[in-house]
């Protein structure tokens, strides 16, 4: 345990060990088994957050949150389960589950009568990294009759820049039809060399940048360059 506490902070140190370290192994082993369980028994439900078009005053998508229904813990935030999700690989199940369901919702608001809702879905590292997950994401899109323009695609303006083999598999994605938005924009270390070769359709700024547009001209100055530099490179931009 105190090796792997010093590889994962980059090597080239020693870590004592201490039973906090095994305490936290123990927890993350159980919250491992809840998680496996929890996909087995159906317990992970969406939400979905409104975006706006704040010129048309129009809905313009939505986007697919995940919440787990616990039966002793009742609703957990996916803060306090995607970490363990990623580091046990149950990510790219719990992944394919959200996808599904996204494009489930899709078909279903259309059946009731309304248009096409554009859902945005929030990707993981891991699942890009997958060889087959244009071909995953191209035959749910087929198994349930979605247009692809209505799918987007969210991933972190890091995941572009520490692991650039995934653009690759952005272009396929693109060529497919979906969506491909950069959330958390302006916090990571941004290369406008990879968002050419991403071939991205919109950003996301980060919410911290917002929060405090009223008090910080310096947030404000570094929104309306975003604004600025997206509108220029035609990505549509979401705060």
Not at 34 to 43: C, F, G, P, T, V
Not at 145 to 153: A, I, N
Not at 216 to 230: K, L, P, Q
């Amino acid at each position: 345990l105190a090796m792997y506490q010093a590889k994962a902070r980059n090597g080239d140190q020693f870590y004592f060990y201490t039973e906090v370290l095994n305490r936290h192994s123990r927890q993350r082993f159980r919250q491992e088994m809840d998680l496996r369980q929890a996909l087995k028994n159906n317990e992970f439900f969406l939400l979905f957050q409104p975006q706006f078009d704040i010129h048309k005053k129009k809905l313009l998508a939505v986007e697919a949150l995940i919440r787990w229904r616990h039966p002793r813990k009742g609703v957990i935030l996916p803060l306090a389960f995607i970490p363990a999700a990623e580091d046990s690989g149950l990510i790219i199940n719990l992944g394919e589950w959200v996808l599904r369901e996204a494009c489930k919702q899709i078909v279903s608001w259309h059946s009731e009568g309304l248009p096409y809702i554009r859902t945005a879905v929030n990707i993981a590292t891991q699942q890009l990294k997958q060889s087959n997950f244009a071909e995953l994401v191209q035959s749910l899109l087929e198994e349930y009759k979605v247009p692809p323009q209505y799918l987007e695609l969210e991933i972190t303006e890091n995941v572009i820049i520490t692991h650039p083999d995934v653009l690759h598999m952005l272009n396929q994605l693109k060529k497919i039809g979906v969506k491909i938005v950069l959330d958390d924009f302006g916090t990571g270390n941004s290369s406008l060399n990879y968002l050419k070769k991403a071939h991205i359709d919109g950003l996301k700024i980060d919410k911290d940048f917002i929060s405090n547009i009223s008090q910080s001209r310096s947030d404000e100055v570094i929104i309306e360059a975003i604004i600025t530099m997206g509108k220029s490179l035609g990505f549509k931009v979401l705060a």
